[in-house]
Structures are given as structure tokens and as C-alpha cells.
């Protein structure tokens, strides 16, 4: 059983910095990428930054410049850095795997950019 817990959301003022992590447990196998996926209320869950294993990183254009993704192998624990905060970063984050055993998400985290 996979599990993807996130912890280091919460409320930012605009202009500040969160990093978000997501620890990895269980059984992972044939990893082909780890992903930060973002839900805004009432609009759809998009696709924020993304690391394969190959090590190639995608983001999307609103982040670009701002958000880092990186992963320690060691802790089994996949990172964004985000700074720069815009109220617009307002949203549900979620971590996402994909892997020869199946696609896993964990339960998402809040984060908050007001002032």
C-alpha cells in the first residue's frame, strides 16, 4: 500500500515562501514521475511542476521562475520550494505518483497567499 503524506502549507503573505514535501511510504516500484498538482475552488485540478525519473522537470507557465520541484531519494520525500507567492497561488496541493503498480495522490494541503 502507497502512501503520499504532504505537510508545509498553510497561509503566506503575497511575496513569501512555502516549501510543501510529500514523504513516500510503502512498496514503490518503477517510478516514472512524482508531480505537484494544484486545485483552486470552483476551478479544475491542473498540473503545477513535474520530475521524472530521468530527472527532467516541467512547470507550468503560471510558476515558472517561482516553484522549484526536487526529491531526496534518501527520505523518499518529493519537495516544491515556492516563492514568490501570489494570491493566485491559492489553492488545495496535491502530490502525485506515477509508477509501474498504479497512479497514487495524496490527500492534498492548503496553502493560503493573503495578506
Known amino acids: 500500500q502507497v502512501q503520499l503524506v504532504e505537510s508545509g502549507g498553510g497561509l503566506v503573505q503575497p511575496g513569501g515562501s512555502l516549501r510543501l514535501s510529500c514523504a513516500a511510504s510503502g512498496t514503490i516500484s518503477g517510478i516514472y514521475d512524482m508531480a505537484w498538482f494544484r486545485q483552486a475552488p470552483g476551478k479544475e485540478r491542473e498540473l503545477v511542476a513535474r520530475?521524472?525519473?530521468?530527472?527532467?522537470?516541467d512547470y507550468s507557465d503560471s510558476v515558472k521562475g517561482r516553484f522549484t520541484i526536487s526529491r531526496d531519494n534518501t527520505k523518499n520525500t518529493l519537495y516544491l520550494q515556492m516563492n514568490s507567492l501570489k494570491p493566485d497561488d491559492t489553492a488545495v496541493y496535491y502530490c502525485?505518483?506515477?509508477?509501474?503498480?498504479?497512479?497514487?495522490w495524496g490527500q492534498g494541503i492548503q496553502v493560503t497567499v493573503s495578506s
Open positions: 502525485h505518483l506515477a509508477a509501474v503498480g498504479g497512479i497514487y
Open positions: 520530475l521524472t525519473r530521468s530527472d527532467f522537470t
